[in-house]
């Protein structure tokens, strides 16, 4: 089973390769589908490894695979899986010299993604997650417009003061370890609660690990590169950040938080991780409330749901579960959501909230999704972000955080206002009548340039667009997979239960 491990970070590394060369054009198109093929396949024979009591390693331990390991590894794949596979065909508008390089970026994005959930060393996991930093601000700016250049230039420079930051503090963790004898940066060891561990420098090190972590993470107040980001990038390249990169980053937190934890206690970053989540809950609420584009809507939507993951990991055991459920539901609402916003803006033409109104009457294709999409995302049962946000809620009141959890369920609640305000604003009523159309057609033949209807012109209204202007496949899997996967107690109960263990200190 140990081959599990190489394949996600060699199948990913083979195929950029391939979508580099010239002649390999036609492979190189399907090659980022091809690789979070292989994340997912890898994923899940991991998962079924650990549950079955093993515990895969390789080099000497340098990679690993436990619960969460594996559980993340197949976040990633299917996450990358709906983006690429949905995106499909979107980059044909990009410039034709940047295709093989887009194609070649998104596969080693998947597996530097792949590295950091594996890696057994929270050196080489920064590492990892510094190694998306350079590849998606490539993403980012792909189209090669000023915006998307200059949201990708923002991106680096917050980014990598991030990561610059997390480095700091892994050096001083890396420090406090060198006073017991062996000094190491595998997280199963400095998560021992028998480690002599200098008490100083891991709260120095927790601190500004889990800060820069934070800034990768999307959190406020170090939030500020994600909705320019989100916004710019090509559609499937939003859905991967928020779905994958957004998760990772956390997932790092979450690492840190366990070897911080057993040397000092939960109560220092649980102030930390609680105003951190509460402020981008406040951030989102704001800035949703008068949004006017719909992809920096889903981006705020990601700051908003970070928010939330982030007081569940303030909590503690008792949500964690929840809250490594709530990664595979927001990952995959939106890695379907970014792809449905990159569809809608192509034939739309434009982003604007404004711009783009009764779409269920005039593109019902785009729009039965969209809601259904909309509704995971807002919260609605059965989707599992609604089990996801009561199971912190609930062990948040359970754990003496009952304030906490309190204002972010009145956060919550004007977040799923606007939400479900600016959905209702693209989707539902009549299409508005232009000079010389039907209130729901396209403009008639015939019409003179003043926009008039020459005398004995039948107007005709236009059929409805049903075209789902991509695959419907993975979308479909996506959602019904959020819409039955919190029902399932085995093996996605077993396992959510076996990963929280995990973070709780259980080797």
Do not use: C
Not at 259 to 266: M, Q, S
Not at 422 to 439: E, K, Q, S, Y
Request: aromatic share 6%; glycine share 12%; net charge neutral.
């Amino acid at each position: 089973m140990n081959f599990a491990l190489w394949t996600p970070l060699a199948v990913p590394a083979v195929l950029a390769a391939l979508s580099l060369t010239g002649g390999a054009r036609p492979l190189g198109r399907l090659g980022p589908i091809a690789s979070s093929t292989a994340v997912l396949l890898s994923g899940l024979l991991l998962v079924g490894a650990v549950l079955d009591g093993q515990v895969p390693s390789l080099g000497g331990g340098l990679l690993r695979a436990d619960a969460l390991s594996a559980y993340m590894l197949t976040v990633v794949g299917a996450v990358g899986l709906v983006s690429t596979w949905g995106g499909l065909g979107h980059t044909e508008k990009a410039p034709g010299r940047f295709a093989g390089s887009y194609d070649a970026l998104i596969s080693v994005f998947l597996a530097a993604m792949s590295l950091a959930v594996l890696a057994d060393n929270i050196g080489l996991m920064w590492a990892a997650v510094e190694a998306t930093t350079i590849t998606t601000a490539f993403l980012v700016g792909h189209h090669r417009t000023r915006s998307s250049l200059e949201a990708a230039w923002k991106y680096v420079i917050l980014g990598s003061v991030g990561v610059a930051i997390a480095l700091l503090g892994i050096v001083l963790i890396y420090a406090a370890s060198r006073g017991t004898g062996e000094p190491t940066l595998s997280w199963l060891v400095l998560s021992r609660t028998d480690l002599p561990l200098d008490p100083a420098l891991i709260r120095a090190g927790g601190a500004l690990a889990v800060l820069g972590f934070a800034t990768k993470a999307g959190l406020a107040p170090m939030h500020s590169w994600l909705p320019d980001a989100h916004s710019q990038a090509p559609a499937p390249v939003s859905g991967l950040m928020s779905g994958v990169l957004l998760a990772v980053a956390l997932y790092a937190i979450l690492r840190i938080q366990t070897i911080t934890d057993a040397v000092i206690g939960p109560d220092f970053l649980r102030v930390m991780l609680s105003v951190g989540g509460l402020l981008s809950l406040f951030v989102a609420a704001a800035l949703l409330i008068r949004q006017r584009d719909f992809k920096r809507m889903l981006a705020y939507s990601s700051i908003e749901h970070m928010g939330m993951m982030a007081v569940g990991a303030a909590i503690g055991p008792a949500a964690l579960p929840a809250v490594l459920l709530y990664v595979l539901g927001h990952g995959l609402t939106k890695a379907t959501l970014f792809v449905l916003s990159g569809r809608i803006l192509e034939v739309e033409g434009t982003p604007r909230i404004d711009d783009v109104r009764a779409l269920l009457v005039r593109r019902p294709g785009l729009a039965v999704p969209w809601l259904i999409a909309m509704a995971a995302l807002v919260g609605f049962p059965p989707f599992s972000i609604f089990f996801s946000e009561v199971g912190i809620i609930v062990a948040g009141f359970g754990t003496g955080m009952g304030v906490v959890v309190g204002i972010a369920l009145v956060l919550l609640l004007v977040i799923f206002a606007a939400l479900t305000r600016l959905t209702v604003a693209m989707t539902i009523g009549a299409p508005a009548a232009a000079p010389g159309t039907d209130p729901a057609g396209p403009a008639l033949p015939g019409t003179d340039p003043a926009g008039t209807v020459p005398a004995g012109t039948i107007a005709v209204r236009a059929a409805p667009d049903r075209s789902a202007h991509g695959p419907r496949l993975p979308l479909i899997l996506a959602l019904a997979t959020t819409a039955v996967v919190a029902f399932i107690a085995e093996p996605v109960g077993t396992l959510l239960a076996r990963a929280a263990a995990v973070l709780g200190g259980a080797q």
